[in-house]
C-alpha cells in the first residue's frame, strides 16, 4: 500500500520559487525511483522530472534549468525546488512511484498558481 502526499503548492507571482514536498509509506523509498508529474487544466498528464534511488535525474525540456529534484531517503522524502516559475508552470503536481503510475494510484497533488 503506497501511499505519496504532496504539499507545498500555492500561489505565487510569475518569476517566484516554491518548493514541493513529498512523503512517502508504504514503499521501499531508498531503493525506488521517484517523479514529479503534473497535469495543467485542459493537459495531459505529463512527466517533470524523475530521480533514480543512486540519485540521477532527468527533467522535462520545458523545466530544465528552472527545476531541481532531490530526495532524503532517509526522511522517505522527496522535493521539487521550482525556480522562476511561468504561468505554463500552472497545474496540479503529483509525486509518483512506478506503481503509482502503473495503477493510476494518484493521489491528491498540490496545486501550484503562477500569476503573470
Known amino acids: 500500500q503506497v501511499q505519496l502526499v504532496e504539499s507545498g503548492g500555492g500561489l505565487v507571482q510569475a518569476g517566484g520559487s516554491l518548493r514541493l514536498s513529498c512523503a512517502a509509506s508504504g514503499v521501499i523509498f531508498r531503493f525506488t525511483t521517484m517523479a514529479w508529474h503534473r497535469q495543467a487544466p485542459g493537459k495531459q498528464r505529463e512527466l517533470v522530472a524523475s530521480?533514480?534511488?543512486?540519485?540521477?535525474?532527468n527533467y522535462a525540456d520545458s523545466v530544465k534549468g528552472r527545476f531541481t529534484i532531490s530526495r532524503d531517503n532517509a526522511k522517505m522524502t522527496m522535493y521539487l525546488q521550482m525556480n522562476s516559475l511561468k504561468p505554463e508552470d500552472t497545474a496540479v503536481y503529483y509525486c509518483a512511484a512506478p506503481s503509482t503510475v502503473t495503477r493510476g494510484s494518484w493521489g491528491q497533488g498540490t496545486q501550484v498558481t503562477v500569476s503573470s
Open positions: 530521480i533514480t534511488s543512486a540519485g540521477s535525474t
